[in-house]
């Protein structure tokens, strides 16, 4: 079996490498014996010595406590010698139990437990004896004593010989065995050095003897190598080696061989080209009379393209595989200002600018990679548009023709190209392509919406916004009819304007239109004929989403209604309240004079109550009006509902029927009466509107309820005590898409003059501010039910106690009243005067700014009306507070769109009532502004 050079190598490496573990595990397991030896020692024989040392020290220690103990005479530090002693005492017996576990020869444990038992002798000795001694003599006698029978005694000194013979003996046998494991360390190093060294010997005479074999080896095919080299070509490289050397012999050997026939055969081969030259030689003189008549041809058919080439106003050119000229027409001079020689010394990236560069490369990798997949055809070209660079740093568009210059066997060498110049054309097409571009972003960005229509009334185009508005997509809707968005009522007009349109009319109309989601919107619409050559084509509309505008209008116009109506409530109130004033006043004054047995009583007391009821209406017209504050109370509402109740039986048809269900229990709730009586008449309104036609169940209902937090209606509600008041009809109900919208302002399906829409949106704003909600359930032919909820105030489960009548204050003061209105200024100074007052009464403001001029410090207070001719109230106050600033004043109003009871405060007024005005509240006042 032979083996090659790499498995002697792999070989001989392997066997060094195992000398190594040996060797090795040699001295590993030399180390680890003495190692294992060494800790013997320590643990048998080191470390007991060293125990034995520490117990003797202890030992020591105790005996001279023990002596201390007898010398000393305080009791403290016999104690605290006591305590130390015990410390030792216990340390030296852990020792000694320690020292047992170690020893395992019965000869060193019997002298262990000697001293044992001496040591105990001693301990209890000193124990019994010399510590009662010690603590109840101190004289010189007890402590003799005591030393004779313990403290010194034979028991002690016994201990401690018998420790140290055994300590000694101990450190001799370690000393000992140190001494022989010390001997076995040495020899086992001469040992391992021995093992080593003949390891370093056998490896280093193993690569000497291979070493050898393989250079000798090697040396004998470089010897043949060179006698090949210089001739020898019989020469051969004997090697018996067996490996890779002799594979290399072998080798060299038959290429010998195989050079040495190729040798031959270049001789004879030599020899037949010389014979070949010979024949060559007899035709070249016939060769050379044809090239010349060929050279003579071709430089006729050069000239004529040639002068073809110079005289042609494109520029034709070649280029090579690399992209660079190597053929340039004259004409090129005319295009771009170069000379053909300094064109041709130009790369293409000189040549074009750098976007139609980028352009023709591109173009050249596609043909390069047809090109590759084998999609050759000879009459293929490109035409491309590129820019190129003049010598004057201007640029010029030319349009080329590419095509491939090709070899005979149909490889490409080259590209053959024709220039003409398009600049002009290029200006052109970009002039109408940045104006088409300006005009498509003016209508795309156009907020109007834009869109054609042919003359069959079909879409051609319509812009994005078109789109946007009417929810519309363009490719939908591209060929279909106009008129299909269009809301019906509305087509004839729209087809009208179209037909006048296609007679070339110019029109302007509105129309509403449809959009997916059944929305409606009004559009205000320009149109005009598309006009081709004098012929209509079709339209062009202009429209613009007008409907909110519309709705805006609408919505002003309303505003407009709801505040002229509001200002003409407002003069009612007024005067409405000049006449309720004398009214209420002499009826109160009649009550205060007339016996409470009198027959007339009654009559008085109804005339006071519907007095007093018309003062209500008022604050309800105001309020209307939106010119009354409301004022939150906390109130109970079945009377109200009740009251309610009574007022809309008078004013529906008898083909209703009222049902109601008023729980007397429900609590109280804070809010203004006029608010709570507002929102009852609208919905029992709406409700009774819902069923005048076909008659009908009309039932109200009030009761307390609790709702939890998985049972709130309303965001804006919070978990409590409710008082719902429920108002239903069997009318004709509605659906759900007329629920959405009833709370709209201004939304109504009543007809024309039945109702503003203003109502449910008032009644659903009241309620959301107080904390409520409002619920509907309604269905098409089944009636409806409103459920609105209003906050019970906490208070309302105590029981409200009864306030007793307060007598009405009276005073003495001088008080200056005035007032345009004669019958209020008598009425009015009749009061005062009943209540003891002292009045100066005026019915001109200039007339009570004279006579307070006259006298400031005479008035005590000033009652004022607000609403006068010639000079206001307001301005009669500021005119007295610059005279007296510390005068009280009382301002009286009806209604008053400029002064309210903030600003009258700010000015300096004291006091700010509303009339008409009773006996108690004016009584009242003229007491608060008093002081």
Wanted: charged share 25%; glycine share 6%.
């Amino acid at each position: 079996m032979k083996l090659n050079l790499r498995v002697k190598l792999i070989g001989s490496f392997g066997i060094v490498l195992l000398l190594m573990v040996v060797v090795g595990l040699v001295g590993i397991y030399t180390s680890k014996t003495i190692q294992d030896r060494m800790d013997n020692i320590i643990e048998k024989d080191i470390k007991p010595a060293n125990i034995m040392g520490d117990v003797g020290r202890r030992v020591g220690l105790v005996r001279a406590n023990s002596l201390l103990h007898l010398v000393t005479h305080s009791i403290d530090d016999m104690n605290r010698y006591e305590s130390e002693m015990a410390d030792w005492i216990d340390k030296v017996n852990i020792d000694l139990n320690t020292l047992e576990n170690i020893f395992e020869d019965q000869a060193t444990l019997d002298k262990l437990a000697d001293f044992r038992t001496a040591w105990e002798t001693y301990l209890r000795t000193w124990r019994e004896q010399v510590v009662p001694l010690s603590l109840a003599n101190r004289d010189e006698e007890a402590f003799s004593l005591a030393r004779k029978t313990g403290a010194g005694g034979m028991a002690a000194r016994e201990a401690m010989h018998k420790l140290d013979e055994l300590h000694d003996a101990n450190v001799a046998a370690a000393n000992h065995r140190l001494k022989l494991a010390n001997q076995d360390s040495m020899k086992s190093l001469y040992i391992l050095s021995a093992v080593i060294l003949l390891a370093i010997i056998f490896v280093l005479a193993f690569g000497v003897r291979q070493g050898s074999r393989i250079a000798g080896s090697v040396n004998t095919v470089s010897k043949a190598a060179q006698l090949v080299a210089a001739g020898d070509l019989d020469q051969r490289a004997m090697v018996r080696t067996g490996d890779e050397i002799e594979s290399m012999a072998n080798s060299f050997n038959a290429m010998t061989v195989k050079l040495k026939t190729m040798v031959e055969k270049l001789q004879s081969e030599n020899t037949v080209r010389k014979r070949t030259e010979e024949e060559l030689a007899k035709h070249s003189d016939h060769l050379e009379e044809l090239v010349q008549d060929r050279t003579e041809a071709l430089q006729k058919s050069k000239e004529h393209y040639r002068l073809l080439a110079e005289n042609v106003t494109d520029v034709i050119w070649t280029l090579d595989m690399n992209l660079w000229p190597i053929y340039m027409s004259p004409s090129v001079t005319r295009m771009r200002g170069y000379s053909v020689e300094e064109a041709m010394a130009q790369p293409l990236e000189k040549i074009l600018t750098p976007a139609s560069f980028e352009t023709a490369m591109k173009a050249f990798a596609e043909e390069m990679a047809a090109e590759e997949i084998g999609q050759k055809d000879l009459s293929r070209s490109r035409t491309l548009e590129l820019e190129n660079y003049c010598k004057d740093s201007s640029t010029v568009w030319t349009e080329i023709k590419v095509t491939g210059l090709r070899d005979p066997e149909g490889r490409l060498v080259g590209l053959l190209g024709v220039s003409r110049e398009i600049t002009e054309r290029r200006r052109a097409e970009d002039i109408l392509r940045q104006s088409e571009e300006k005009y498509r972003t003016m209508i795309e960005l156009s907020n109007d919406m834009i869109w054609t229509l042919d003359k069959a009334g079909n879409f051609t185009f319509f812009n994005d916004q078109a789109e946007k508005v009417s929810g519309e997509k363009l490719n939908d809707w591209i060929g279909k009819s106009f008129a299909s968005l269009i809301v019906e009522e509305d087509l004839p007009m729209v087809e009208r304007v179209f037909q006048k349109s296609l007679k070339g009319e110019s029109l302007q109309y509105e129309a509403r239109i449809k959009k997916q989601t059944k929305d409606i919107l009004t559009i205000s619409v320009n149109t005009a004929p598309i006009l081709k050559n004098g012929i209509v084509h079709g339209t062009i509309s202009f429209g613009r989403d007008i409907t909110e505008q519309r709705k805006l209008e609408t919505q002003l116009q309303q505003s407009q209604k709801m505040e002229a109506i509001g200002t003409l409530a407002g003069g009612i109130a007024h005067d409405f309240n000049n006449i309720l004033f004398p009214i209420l006043g002499h009826t109160e004054l009649l009550l205060m004079d007339t016996p409470d047995d009198s027959p007339s009583i009654g009559n008085l007391k109804a005339i006071n109550t519907a007095a007093l009821r018309a003062k209500s209406l008022v604050k309800q017209i105001l309020a209307f009006s939106r010119q009354d504050s409301s004022e939150l109370i906390l109130m109970k509402v079945q009377p109200i509902v009740k009251e309610s109740l009574k007022l809309i039986r008078s004013t529906i048809s008898t083909i209703v029927e009222i049902k109601h269900d008023i729980n007397p229990d429900c609590g109280v709730i804070r809010a203004d009466p006029t608010q709570i009586h507002q929102i009852i008449m609208n919905l029992v309104t709406n409700a009774y509107h819902a069923m005048e036609e076909t008659g009908g169940e009309l039932r109200v209902g009030l009761k307390e309820i609790e709702i939890d937090k998985q049972d709130v209606p309303s965001q804006i509600m919070a978990p409590g005590v409710y008082a719902c008041l429920t108002i239903a009809d069997t009318g004709i109900g509605m659906n759900k898409e007329l629920i959405e919208k009833i709370f709209d302002p201004f939304f109504t399906t009543k007809e024309k003059g039945k109702g503003t829409g203003m109502g449910l949106s008032v009644v659903h704003g009241i309620v959301n501010k107080m904390g409520g909600t409002i619920r509907v359930h309604s269905e098409p032919g089944k009636g409806s039910e409103f459920n609105v909820y209003f906050p019970v105030e906490k208070s309302s489960s105590e029981e409200q106690s009864v306030q007793p009548k307060e007598p009405i204050a009276c005073g003495n003061e001088q008080i200056l009243l005035v007032d345009d209105e004669e019958a209020i200024l008598t009425i009015e100074k009749q009061v005062l005067e009943r209540l003891g007052y002292q009045v100066t009464s005026r019915t001109s403001s200039l007339e009570a700014l004279e006579a307070f001029r006259a006298n400031p410090d005479r008035f005590d207070l000033v009652i004022t009306d607000t609403a006068m001719p010639n000079m206001s109230g307001d301005k009669l106050s500021g005119e007295l507070i610059k005279i007296r600033p510390d005068i009280p004043i009382l301002l009286c109003t009806g209604f008053s769109e400029t002064i309210s009871e903030k600003k009258a405060a700010s000015m300096g007024i004291k006091g700010f009532l509303l009339k008409p005005i009773v006996v108690k509240d004016l009584a009242q006042k003229i007491r608060e502004v008093l002081g």
